[in-house]
């Protein structure tokens, strides 16, 4: 499944999900917010879930109002953190809490925010919570590509010493004929070296 577009914190008006068990207090939560006009906002319907929600409307920030946040209820949020779901979290709370706050950004919050009522101008607190999902995103990129690298460069090593055993060859010669076989078949030297790893394995289990 494809993801969502990537949320943008310099987005000129910025599409907020409003989660709250609280019908009443969501409802009041979101007219507030949409006395802003640079904010356009929809509350999570009743009996919808809070993954359906996402993928109806698929909000840049997903803002989640609990009177006491718990551990049962930051389940909704875990489980938005799938490729095709992931949203920017803002948690509102009545009252702090270390461990649940921890446990909270643990879950994939953004920006968690002790309360008593949203501020006049809320902007500010999803505009960061975008910005560092953005970041994190970034980060978590980065990082998969160096994993990335790291295993590739390990397949590619353990290939060539494989084929200077088998061909008697040194480890120059052995890359060779590694890039030649790439450059010949049009596929990159680690397809390459992963193929032969997989014939050589066929060909021992004869």
């Not at 989660?19 to 919808?48: H, I, Y």
């Not at 295993?151 to 590694?178: C, G, H, P, S, V």
Request: net charge negative.
């Amino acid at each position: 499944m494809d993801k969502y577009p990537a949320p943008s914190p310099m987005r000129t008006r910025i599409k907020v999900l409003v989660a709250d068990e609280n019908p009443g207090r969501a409802k009041a939560l979101s007219d507030t917010l949409r006395a802003d006009p640079s904010l356009d906002v929809q509350s999570v319907p009743v009996g919808m879930s809070l993954i359906e929600a996402v993928h109806q409307y698929y909000p840049d920030v997903v803002l989640v109002d609990m009177a006491r946040a718990d551990r049962d209820a930051l389940d909704s949020v875990r489980a938005l953190f799938v490729p095709a779901l992931e949203r920017p979290i803002a948690l509102f709370v009545d009252e702090d809490d270390v461990d649940l706050m921890e446990t909270a950004f643990d879950t994939g919050v953004c920006s968690y925010n002790v309360l008593d009522a949203p501020p006049d101008d809320v902007k500010p607190l999803l505009r960061a919570a975008i910005a560092l999902y953005a970041r994190f995103q970034r980060t978590r990129a980065e990082l998969s590509a160096a994993q990335q690298e790291i295993e590739e460069r390990r397949i590619i090593d353990q290939a060539k010493k494989l084929f200077m055993k088998n061909e008697k060859t040194n480890e120059t010669q052995a890359y060779r004929w590694f890039r030649g076989r790439a450059m010949q078949t049009s596929q990159r030297i680690v397809t390459v070296a992963t193929q032969y790893l997989a014939a050589q394995q066929k060909s021992d289990t004869l």
